[in-house]
Structure formats: C-alpha cells, structure tokens
C-alpha cells in the first residue's frame, strides 16, 4: 500500500505541473493585414502585430508554412525588443521562432538572431540566444518559470533598426507551484527503501 502511495505522489507531482500548459497560436486574430496584439488569452503584448501565413506568401514570397498554419506574429514596423507579459508569475517552455525575410532568405531587415528573456519584477532571471532561419520557425526551448515577463530582441539585421522576426505557438503555464516528478523521486525511493527494510 505505501509503496502504491509513493508512486501516486510522483503522478500527482506530474499532473500538476501539464495541467496548466497551454499553447498561444493567433489563429483567432484578423491575420489580414499587421493587426497589433495588445492583451490576448490573459497576457499583454507590447510591439507585436498578428498576419497571416497567406499574407507572408503573398507578400514577401515566402512558400514555408507556420507552425499554427493559419496566423504568426510579428515585431512590425521597427519595434524591438518585443514582449509579453502578465501581472501574475506564469512559465514559458517555449516557442517557434524564425526571421522575417524574403523569397524564403534573410533580408537586409530579416533578425538573423534572438535573445529571449525571462523577468521577474524587472530582472532578468533566464536568457537563451538562438540564431533564426529563414526558410521557416523552428522550436526554442526557454525553460522559463516564475516570470512575469517574456523580452524578445532580434540580432544581426543589416539594418539594425528593423530586425523582423516571426513567433508562433509559445507554450505557457502557471508558474511550478508543486515540484516536479524528478525533485519527487528522491522521496519516492526513501519511502520504496523504508517499506523494504519493514
């Protein structure tokens, strides 16, 4: 019996923590044109503008298609860095990042890099840089947790003013409020080894 108790603490453990995932696709926006994205499924977004993977064929010959297929975001009209944000803690495990060029190759205003960051009340408390392709998004794991904020910064543009890039599909949560299965396990093992020696 305890032994099935330890066991059911580590799916408890587990559950928890999947229970709160969600994933932000912009699939329900106007794609239409550059439409700003201003609060959206519970967060705020600062610099960001929805359009669509037809309007991004159409417009810059770009063949590839968005994770989400229908809508992407956008850091339009020369806004970087980029941010969402929310006023309660949340994690962020990632999401599909990519540069914004043309005929399926950087442009003199295509990101070629981004720097993702984690916040909390205003430090930052994680970062990962990554480079961006330009014949489609790609997943980036962040692993962040307990942030308040999410700052995106494109790097390497031949013009630095601009440094467009895509995101789509970010995959957000409640902030870890129990442990996970790993931090369980060690507790699991103690409980398995006193039931052994009883």
């Known amino acids: 019996m305890r032994t099935l108790r330890s066991v059911s603490l580590l799916a408890i453990a587990s559950c928890a923590l999947s229970a709160h995932a969600a994933v932000i696709d912009f699939d329900d926006l106007d794609g239409s044109g550059y439409t700003f994205v201003n609060d959206y499924q519970g967060y705020t977004f600062a610099g960001l503008y929805s359009y669509s993977q037809g309007n991004n064929a159409a417009d810059y010959a770009n063949t590839y298609a968005f ?93 630095p003013q601009f440094s467009y890039y895509f995101i789509d599909s970010l995959n957000v949560g409640a902030a870890s409020a129990v442990p996970g299965p790993m931090a369980a396990l060690p507790f699991a093992l103690m409980a398995l080894k006193r039931r052994k020696r009883a």
Do not use: C, K, M, W
């Not at 297929?69 to 944000?85: D, V």
């Not at 990962?128 to 700052?151: H, K, M, P």
């Open 67 to 159: 994770p989400s297929q229908a809508n992407a975001i956008a850091n339009a009209y020369g806004h970087n860095p980029t941010s969402f944000s929310s006023g309660t803690a949340f994690s962020f495990a990632g999401g599909y990042f990519g540069s914004y060029g043309y005929a399926n190759d950087y442009a003199g205003y295509s990101a070629t890099g981004l720097l993702i960051e984690g916040l909390r009340n205003g430090a930052v408390v994680g970062s990962v840089t990554t480079s961006l392709g330009a014949n489609g998004l790609s997943y980036v794991a962040t692993g962040f947790s307990n942030v308040d904020e999410v700052r995106f910064t494109g790097l390497g543009a031949q013009d």
